[in-house]
Each structure stands twice: as structure tokens, then as C-alpha cells.
């Protein structure tokens, strides 16, 4: 019993100490990335002729 809570108790803290601050740092990380804005199509831009044309 004591070598299972040993393991769980490892788990549980390898788990604060890497993975919780790594998922802050990505977040930071995503929050400071400049998006690019979309690019929008010209309302009156005219369709390209088809090659049938």
C-alpha cells in the first residue's frame, strides 16, 4: 500500500511542478502571439472569366 501511495504521491508532484506551469507558459505564451487579421474578399471585385469564355 505504501509503495502505490509513494507513486501516486510522485505523480502529484511531478504534475504541480511541470505540467500546471507549463500550461501557464503556453497560455502567456498564445496571449502575446500578434493574429494576423483575415483577409476579406473585395465586394466588387468581378468574377475571373471562365476559359470557355
Known sequence: M??????VAF???FAL???VPRFF???K????TVVAP???EDPTAQ???SPAD
Open 2 to 7: 505504501l509503495p502505490i501511495a509513494a507513486a
Open 11 to 13: 505523480v502529484g508532484l
Open 17 to 19: 511542478w511541470v505540467l
Open 25 to 27: 507558459i503556453r497560455r
Open 29 to 32: 505564451q498564445n496571449e502575446n
Open 38 to 40: 483575415m483577409r476579406h
Open 47 to 49: 468574377p475571373a472569366p
